[in-house]
């Protein structure tokens, strides 16, 4: 099953997936087309089956920066974030981005039908957040 990519080109359908976030948990991802490791993380991304909110930061850097700003998640690409409730819950960048890794994480933010991959523990992609967490 392949991920339904939605581009987001203005800054209004940027906090529009922060507030469908309230509903779901959703997944935005920040690519560049002209970066090899954006290259392989699209492939990683296109592995979900899930819809991604995604922005190619090459050509509107601005709203790579209203990310950041919205998130308080340094800017790097590329880079998936989960968003929930409105909030950064979860990010990776550069080769960290993983089919594996997002998912594990989107099961954790609560995605209806979306659990960790067996033999996983679904926390090792949130225990960044949360300073001391020992699960």
Do not use: N
């Amino acid at each position: 099953m392949h991920s339904q990519f939605d581009e987001l080109t203005t800054t209004a359908e940027v906090e529009q997936v922060f507030v469908q976030s309230e509903r779901a948990p959703r997944v935005l991802y920040l690519h560049d087309p002209y970066c090899g490791l954006s290259t392989a993380a699209h492939a990683e991304v296109s592995q979900l089956g899930v819809r991604v909110a995604w922005i190619d930061v090459h050509a509107r850097r601005d709203l790579g920066m209203d990310v950041e700003r919205l998130t308080g998640v340094r800017h790097e690409s590329p880079q998936a974030i989960i968003l929930k409730d409105g909030q950064a819950r979860w990010s990776a960048s550069h080769r960290k981005v993983t089919a594996s890794a997002i998912l594990a994480a989107l099961g954790a933010a609560g995605k209806p039908g979306v659990a960790p991959p067996p033999g996983r523990d679904r926390w090792a992609g949130l225990r960044h957040l949360v300073p001391g967490f020992r699960r």
